[in-house]
């Protein structure tokens, strides 16, 4: 063990591997639902073995501080710029409202406990869940220009204040949303969000991948000789279905020859055509005549049922098809619904299979008025040529690649970081954004424009779980070792009243923030509590109130006031340094 601590002293970058090898395979596990995540298991890593007194230089946490928050910027910048420049509006407004009585408690709870400007620091990181905000709390405490001994008394208490009241700030939050939430709103969840789901014009999406049921089928079936379907040509046939119905006609084999199919094409007699389609659809409508039912019935189920035999034709059926994400850039296409968007000649023949949206990827329910924005990302199957004919209308298509515009990267975090580094006096107190803030307004900035031109400044999306994840931990595991010796005495000494603040500090922002959004906002019951959610960056509530709900209704609140949210809990770090120094 002499030899191991030894070790660590001299070679500090083991240390820091370490942590995150224990951190993240700690986090890594649950019990109950209950888990501790890859940030906080780290950091209580990296104050245990901070114990050995070991030095690590604070460049390496500033550099992967930059990387996290650039990578936090680019993935929200999106839909922060849409929330506060177009119809996320109220939502936008509700997550500013949110933020501030998110930085009010901690404030508050410091005044009247008489905690240091570290120990709020760290109480605020922990209450409210944003880690981030720790990054720039300690440039601030920094520049306050305090003695070097009183600087990292305070450093060394802001982890301390974390660690104690995080576990209520993300169990606490998820079970205030989730369970009381509802009570307290008087809100019954499942109603509400299949009111909203029919207010949407849909029902609730079955199948996918890894089940055998699937919603997208491709079907061969025979014209007989006295089908109406005889002399009419592709679009006519296909303009005969009822409202709502999208079948199209995607092959057809005429004697020996098989083409592809156009809209002029006239069939005829003994013609075996390749239809694609729900399977609902399918069924309903080219289906056999019930037992029973009259030639008039017949006629409303469909104009052609029992007018075509389905056959096996594996050649016929063996389309080219793909399923590929297109990233949403168009201006055209924004804001518009999903019934709007598959009348449009680019939608003939594709199919959605799901909508993502904002950098924690939120499912978002594949509904009739269901508006796509920019820089969701879409999930299109069909026919090569199709899915490439409606990826030109919608975006790009946004195929795997493991390459990252370092360029672009590098360059975005340099100018954030000049402009964030410019301080201006005020009265003769220095007011800057630090280097942080700058970079977080950078990658906000070049991650909306490359919502808008896909061009440039490509980053997969492993890469941004890296520079989001391992940027973050890499600096809280700095921090923590840094902050290892005086852990245990600042613990032993605020331990329990600082619990009991950190319950304060959770609780009160978010039950008045579910009153201020029914009351005074008025949101709809069934996204009232996934915009909640949003506010306060708890990804962990929204799952826990979708499962309540029984529904994925609740994530359609939740991305604009997440990038909102994010924002600015992040930045609030350096203002209560500010505010109580």
């Known amino acids: 063990m002499s030899w191991l601590a030894d070790t660590l002293r001299h070679y500090p970058e083991i240390a820091v591997f370490l942590s995150l090898g224990i951190g993240y395979w700690v986090g890594g596990k649950s019990y109950k639902g209950f888990s501790l995540g890859a940030v906080t298991a780290t950091l209580l890593a990296a104050i245990a073995i901070g114990q050995l007194h070991i030095t690590i230089s604070p460049n390496v946490k500033s550099v992967f501080f930059l990387m996290f928050l650039f990578a936090v910027g680019y993935g929200v910048g999106p839909q922060f710029v849409r929330g506060i420049a177009k119809d996320g509006l109220p939502q936008a407004l509700f997550s500013v409202v949110q933020c501030v009585l998110c930085l009010a408690a901690p404030i508050i709870a410091a005044k009247l406990a008489g905690y240091s400007v570290g120990t709020a620091a760290g109480l605020f990181a922990g209450s409210q869940t944003i880690s981030a905000s720790m990054g720039l709390a300690t440039d601030a405490i920094n520049r306050l220009g305090l003695p070097a001994d009183q600087s990292k008394a305070l450093l060394d208490a802001m982890p301390t204040a974390y660690a104690v009241s995080y576990i209520f700030g993300t169990v606490g939050s998820a079970v205030l949303l989730a369970t009381l939430g509802p009570r307290l709103l008087r809100i019954d969840l ?41 002399g009419k040509t592709v679009s006519q046939l296909e303009a005969l279905e009822p409202e709502g119905t999208r079948l199209f006609i995607e092959r057809i084999r005429r004697g020996s020859t098989i083409q592809e199919a156009t809209l002029d094409y006239a069939l005829q007699p003994d013609d075996v055509i390749a239809v694609a389609g729900p399977r609902d659809q399918l069924v309903s409508l080219l289906g056999a005549k019930e037992a029973g039912a009259s030639s008039s019935d017949s006629q409303v189920v469909s104009v052609r049922a029992t007018k075509a035999q389905e056959i096996d034709d594996p050649e016929l059926l063996a389309v080219p098809a793909e399923g590929v994400d297109v ?255």
């Open 190 to 230: 499942v109603a509400a969000c299949k009111e909203y789901e029919a207010s949407l014009g849909g029902t609730t999406e079955l199948g996918g991948a890894g089940q055998a049921w699937h919603r997208y089928e491709l079907r061969a079936y025979r014209i007989v000789a006295d089908s109406l379907a005889v």
């Open 327 to 581: 990233y949403v850039t168009s201006k055209a296409v924004d804001g518009k619904t999903l019934l709007e968007l598959s009348k449009l000649p680019a939608a003939r023949g594709v199919f959605l299979r799901k909508i993502k949206r904002g950098p924690t990827e939120t499912p978002i329910p594949v509904l009739p008025n269901t508006k796509l924005l920019r820089g969701d990302t879409v999930t299109i199957v069909g026919r090569t040529q199709d899915t490439t004919a409606a990826a030109k209308a919608l975006g790009v298509i946004d195929r795997p690649t493991a390459v990252t515009d370092v360029a672009f990267v590098s360059l975005a975090i340099t100018v954030g970081a000049l402009v964030g580094a410019v301080v201006i006096k005020a009265a003769g107190v220095p007011i800057t954004l630090s280097t942080a803030g700058g970079a977080l307004i950078a990658g906000i900035v070049f991650g909306w424009l490359r919502a808008i031109h896909p061009t440039f400044g490509r980053i997969p999306e492993p890469t941004v779980w890296f520079m989001n994840s391992v940027g973050l931990n890499v600096f809280i595991a700095v921090v923590g070792i840094t902050a290892g010796p005086g852990f245990v005495s600042g613990l032993r000494e605020l331990g329990v009243s600082l619990f009991l603040w950190g319950i304060f500090a959770t609780s009160l922002p978010l039950i008045l923030g579910m009153l201020i959004a029914k009351y005074v906002f008025r949101f709809h019951p069934a996204i009232l509590l996934g915009v909640c959610a949003g506010a306060r960056t708890t990804t962990a509530a929204l799952g826990m109130v979708c499962d309540a709900a029984k529904s994925q209704i609740p994530g359609l609140g939740y991305t604009v006031t997440y990038a909102v949210g994010n924002t600015l809990l992040t930045i609030w770090g350096m203002v209560i340094v500010m505010i109580l120094a």
